[in-house]
């Protein structure tokens, strides 16, 4: 796999070249921690209004988030890790805001995941315990972090004091269940990709592009998976020559009839042109006009390519975005939605601010059932009833602008998902979705954001999501961390952790104990791209014969709708300024 080699090495050049201060933390990694921990330091010392802004405390914990994602071998790693989780949970503190409280706990969490042998692994177990018990008043959780710190780690400072409070929280420790028995399930739906065939071509059958300020994605549609190198060539203002980006697709001939150049005019993008350098193989030149960085990944049944261009909104022209091709089934519900809120907006009080915009993915549909229950029941039919209740409760209950991605039994892209919501201007970006286990006897709520897997559990959800691969998640997470803006992680955290508080207290009290599995990250290709906060809710667990007999009711779909609704308002109710001081 020469090219894969060849494109990652490119991929890392240009992001040292394109991305601000990449160039000298690649250069001096101990100055870049040694910056991002001093802006940490004046931030908690600050005595002025500078420590009640939110977007402050974001910026530093992204800084020393992206430091560990950047050098994960650095002496400083886990010490950064464990840094970006004490400024969450300062910022926490000044909020008050359960979902950032529970943000601060899994980022805790995430130091001793991360970084086991290290002294930070103990302190962030520490840290966590205390904060579970003290802010999030969950003793059963905080005795379950007491005996991580027992069991993991039992030659740490903290070693003597974890037995000490796990004799004071005994009352709360699990009680032994009786092993379930374990019933095979149906393998999750893998999309494997039939082998290029030696000799035999494929065929490029279309280009399509969804343009908004500061963002365009290209994806390129083949018949077969198909072997392509990837080249950015500078612009060369001697001869007017704009800058480009081109893919060989090799042993490729376009479809007939596909046109041979198309116009953007996006403001980053102003031409997409194929044609054929040499025989064989067919090129697909973008003409850029202004850009920031660009990613490259692939999407498998029906395989495709997708390019993601970012630039700067500041410096790009607002513009009529290309029209979709009729066919599209994306094209009618962005025709049908209100018009896009393209601006970057302020946050005014809540009783001038304008409605916000939320998209609301209905997961699967169409030739994709997703999970299939015990007794036949599918979770593109229950996700679906779900979405449009939801719709209306958001539409009723917030009064916000809501756009669906699907509103009937249509297979929907993954990529045409998050692409809708940038075109749309969407706020906000939820996608439902029910759970499956081999293990018949798993159960509980779950809501996801876009980050790396933390545990192999959380990748196998991000594989049957995806409808792919364990190795094809591990691939895309060798590149996930410059796909991603590190503010709207921090904001899609808080969204899950406020979705997730709201779903357990409301289900819990419907219909009895509920089981929390919490707020966990993974690479899941719905939410790739998002330029807002977004999300993916797991509701239950269909393989689970008591779960799924719930979800065919209506009253656990308006509950957990409610519960959704009770999350967002949480969300919606913290502001620029996360403390009145």
């Given at each position: 796999?020469?090219?894969?080699?060849?494109?990652?090495l490119?991929?890392?050049?240009?992001c040292?070249?394109l991305?601000?201060?990449?160039?000298?933390?690649g250069k001096?990694p101990d100055?870049e921690?040694a910056a991002a921990?001093?802006?940490?330091t004046?931030?908690?010392?600050?005595?002025?209004?500078?420590?009640?802004?939110?977007?402050r405390w974001?910026?530093?914990?992204?800084?020393?988030e992206s430091?560990?994602?950047?050098?994960p071998r650095?002496?400083?790693?886990?010490?950064?890790?464990?840094?970006a989780?004490?400024?969450?949970e300062?910022?926490?503190?000044i909020?008050?805001?359960?979902g950032?409280?529970?943000?601060?706990?899994?980022?805790?969490l995430?130091v001793?995941?991360?970084?086991?042998?290290?002294?930070y692994?103990?302190?962030?177990?520490w840290a966590?315990?205390?904060?579970?018990?003290?802010?999030?008043?969950?003793?059963?959780a905080?005795?379950?972090?007491y005996?991580r710190?027992?069991?993991?780690q039992?030659?740490?400072?903290?070693?003597?004091?974890?037995?000490?409070e796990?004799k004071?929280?005994a009352?709360y420790?699990?009680?032994?269940?009786p092993?379930?028995?374990?019933?095979?399930?149906?393998?999750?739906?893998?999309?494997?990709?039939?082998?290029v065939?030696k000799?035999?071509?494929?065929q490029?059958n279309?280009?399509?592009?969804?343009?908004?300020?500061?963002y365009?994605r290209i994806v390129?549609?083949?018949?077969q998976?198909?072997?392509y190198?990837?080249t950015?060539?500078?612009a060369?203002?001697?001869?007017?020559?704009p800058?480009?980006?081109?893919l060989d697709?090799l042993?490729?001939?376009?479809?007939?009839g596909l046109?041979?150049?198309?116009?953007v005019n996006?403001g980053?993008?102003?031409?997409i042109?194929?044609?054929?350098p040499?025989?064989?193989?067919?090129?697909v030149?973008l003409?850029?006009?202004?850009?920031?960085?660009?990613k490259?990944f692939t999407?498998p049944?029906?395989?495709?390519?997708?390019?993601?261009?970012?630039?700067?909104?500041?410096?790009?022209?607002?513009?009529?975005a290309?029209?979709?091709?009729a066919a599209?089934?994306i094209?009618?519900?962005v025709?049908?939605?209100?018009?896009?809120?393209?601006a970057?907006?302020?946050?005014?009080?809540?009783?001038?601010?304008?409605?916000?915009r939320?998209v609301i993915?209905?997961?699967?549909g169409g030739?994709?059932?997703?999970?299939?229950?015990?007794?036949g029941?599918?979770?593109?039919?229950?996700v679906?009833s779900?979405?449009?209740?939801?719709?209306?409760?958001?539409?009723?209950?917030?009064?916000?602008?809501?756009?669906?991605t699907?509103?009937d039994?249509t297979?929907i892209?993954?990529e045409?998902r998050?692409?809708?919501a940038n075109?749309?201007g969407?706020?906000l970006f939820?996608?439902?979705h029910v759970n499956?286990?081999?293990?018949s006897?798993a159960?509980g709520?779950?809501?996801?954001?876009?980050n790396?897997s933390?545990?192999?559990?959380a990748?196998?959800?991000?594989?049957r999501?995806?409808?792919?691969?364990?190795?094809?998640?591990?691939?895309?997470?060798q590149i996930?961390?410059?796909?991603?803006a590190?503010?709207?992680?921090?904001e899609?955290?808080r969204l899950?952790?406020?979705?997730q508080?709201?779903?357990?207290?409301?289900?819990?009290r419907?219909f009895?104990?509920?089981k929390n599995?919490?707020v966990?990250?993974?690479p899941?290709y719905?939410?790739l791209?998002?330029?807002m906060?977004?999300?993916?809710?797991e509701?239950?667990?269909?393989?689970?014969?008591?779960e799924?007999t719930r979800l065919?009711t209506?009253?656990?779909q308006?509950?957990t709708?409610?519960?959704?609704?009770d999350?967002?308002?949480?969300?919606d109710?913290s502001?620029?300024?996360?403390?009145?001081?």
């Amino acid at each position: 796999m020469k090219k894969h080699w060849t494109f990652f090495l490119l991929l890392l050049f240009f992001c040292t070249l394109l991305t601000p201060g990449a160039d000298a933390a690649g250069k001096n990694p101990d100055k870049e921690f040694a910056a991002a921990k001093a802006a940490l330091t004046r931030l908690d010392a600050d005595k002025g209004k500078a420590r009640s802004y939110r977007d402050r405390w974001v910026k530093v914990i992204a800084d020393l988030e992206s430091f560990r994602a950047r050098h994960p071998r650095h002496g400083k790693s886990a010490e950064a890790l464990y840094l970006a989780a004490t400024a969450q949970e300062k910022m926490a503190l000044i909020s008050r805001l359960p979902g950032d409280f529970a943000a601060a706990q899994e980022a805790y969490l995430a130091v001793a995941d991360a970084a086991p042998s290290s002294p930070y692994a103990a302190d962030g177990l520490w840290a966590a315990a205390r904060l579970t018990e003290k802010n999030l008043q969950d003793p059963a959780a905080t005795y379950r972090v007491y005996e991580r710190i027992k069991t993991e780690q039992g030659q740490s400072k903290y070693a003597g004091k974890a037995k000490d409070e796990l004799k004071r929280l005994a009352v709360y420790a699990p009680k032994p269940a009786p092993k379930p028995p374990v019933v095979a399930a149906p393998p999750a739906p893998s999309a494997p990709l039939t082998p290029v065939v030696k000799g035999e071509r494929g065929q490029l059958n279309g280009v399509r592009s969804w343009s908004n300020p500061g963002y365009t994605r290209i994806v390129i549609d083949l018949s077969q998976p198909t072997d392509y190198t990837s080249t950015l060539l500078a612009a060369d203002p001697a001869i007017g020559a704009p800058p480009r980006l081109f893919l060989d697709l090799l042993e490729t001939l376009p479809v007939g009839g596909l046109p041979e150049s198309s116009v953007v005019n996006d403001g980053l993008l102003r031409q997409i042109r194929t044609g054929k350098p040499e025989v064989g193989r067919t090129r697909v030149v973008l003409d850029l006009l202004s850009f920031d960085n660009y990613k490259i990944f692939t999407l498998p049944d029906p395989f495709r390519i997708i390019i993601d261009i970012a630039g700067s909104a500041g410096t790009i022209p607002v513009t009529t975005a290309q029209p979709l091709p009729a066919a599209d089934p994306i094209a009618a519900i962005v025709a049908a939605a209100p018009p896009a809120i393209l601006a970057p907006r302020p946050v005014p009080p809540v009783s001038s601010r304008p409605s916000r915009r939320i998209v609301i993915d209905a997961g699967h549909g169409g030739k994709d059932p997703g999970a299939v229950g015990p007794s036949g029941l599918l979770e593109k039919d229950i996700v679906l009833s779900m979405a449009l209740l939801l719709a209306e409760e958001v539409k009723d209950k917030l009064g916000w602008d809501v756009v669906l991605t699907r509103n009937d039994d249509t297979f929907i892209p993954l990529e045409e998902r998050t692409a809708l919501a940038n075109k749309v201007g969407a706020d906000l970006f939820v996608s439902l979705h029910v759970n499956a286990s081999s293990n018949s006897a798993a159960h509980g709520v779950e809501t996801y954001y876009l980050n790396f897997s933390k545990n192999e559990k959380a990748a196998a959800v991000a594989a049957r999501e995806n409808g792919t691969t364990l190795r094809a998640v591990s691939d895309l997470e060798q590149i996930l961390f410059d796909l991603m803006a590190h503010s709207k992680i921090q904001e899609s955290s808080r969204l899950a952790s406020d979705i997730q508080h709201a779903l357990i207290i409301g289900l819990t009290r419907e219909f009895g104990e509920v089981k929390n599995l919490g707020v966990k990250q993974g690479p899941f290709y719905v939410l790739l791209g998002a330029n807002m906060p977004s999300v993916l809710v797991e509701a239950a667990f269909l393989s689970n014969p008591e779960e799924e007999t719930r979800l065919a009711t209506r009253k656990y779909q308006v509950e957990t709708t409610r519960a959704i609704i009770d999350g967002l308002r949480a969300y919606d109710g913290s502001s620029q300024v996360v403390a009145q001081q």
